[in-house]
């Protein structure tokens, strides 16, 4: 299931979660994880939706101001792009030029700056069946008078592009005036909550765990035994479970591409 327990579509809201996680992670949200960073294409008067395989690594465009939002329009890996990569030197039917899929790790849990994480009494939700053995579970308090958010992902898994084939890019001129998706987050499951300014403290938990697929624990419709809870009572959240990698929460953009050269970019799976 996935559902926004209020908009977070209105362009000052979804700016403002993507700006506060931004500014704590140097990583850039997509406020509709389903999607596979499924952004808008402007192209006349309409909006469409674009699917790249692979969830959306190697995709480059713009960002729209209002949102915040990548506004695709390409991916390195379109055949339409083949010719670009070869000017680079670049082979993609070699897999050493392929996006890297890096080790799933256990739990990803991120806030903005103005969010504190504070001891989370077990005692006083003892009624919430599971919640002792929650996968992840916590209690969050927002400074009054500020906006925060946070950000929770369960089971996170990364792919992303080597800094061999990002070296090379950086020859290809086209890229040179765009955002490149060099990385992407998928997890099992995610939580997305952005607060007013009352100064709330919420409590959030992770029940019961993925299911083997194909086991008594499995539901239909590629669904999950997971699912979230929450005490919130005020404020925008959204959140997701699934059986699979379903959900691309984060994902890493190079702003200046033709400074790729110049940056830092290691070898390990971070």
């Known amino acids: 299931m996935w559902t926004w327990n209020n908009t977070l579509r209105n362009s000052h809201a979804q700016r403002k979660f993507i700006e506060l996680i931004y500014n704590r992670t140097g990583k850039y949200v997509n ?25 959306q690594v190697g995709s480059y465009g713009r960002i729209e101001k209002e949102t915040g939002s990548l506004v695709v329009e390409g991916s390195i890996y379109n055949d339409s792009f083949r010719e670009q990569l070869l000017s680079a030197d670049i082979d993609l039917e070699s897999g050493e030029y392929l996006p890297e899929d890096c080790p799933d790790e256990t739990d990803f849990t991120t806030r903005s700056k103005n969010v504190k994480e504070v001891q989370l009494n077990l005692e006083s939700i003892a009624e919430v069946p599971g919640i002792g053995s929650a996968s992840i579970k916590g209690t969050w308090k927002f400074k009054k008078g500020t906006t925060g958010a946070v950000l929770l992902m369960h089971n996170s898994r990364m792919k992303r592009i080597t800094s061999d084939v990002l070296e090379k890019l950086a020859r290809v001129r086209l890229l040179q ?33 993925a299911p083997i697929v194909g086991g008594a624990g499995a539901t239909a419709g590629g669904g999950s035994a997971m699912t979230w809870w929450s005490d ?23 702003r200046k591409f033709a400074s790729v050269l110049t940056t830092s970019v290691g070898t390990a799976c971070v």
């Open 31 to 55: 406020c509709d994880p389903p999607s596979e960073i499924q952004v808008r294409i402007i192209r006349s008067l309409c909006f469409h939706l674009l699917h790249i395989d692979d969830g």
């Open 177 to 209: 005036h765009m955002h490149l998706v060099t990385k992407v987050f998928h997890c099992l499951a995610v939580f997305l909550y952005l607060s007013d300014k009352s100064g709330e403290k919420i409590s959030i938990g992770l029940l019961g765990s």
């Open 232 to 254: 919130m009572q005020s404020g925008l959240s959204c959140r997701g479970c699934k059986r699979e990698h379903y959900f691309t929460p984060l994902y890493n953009l190079k």
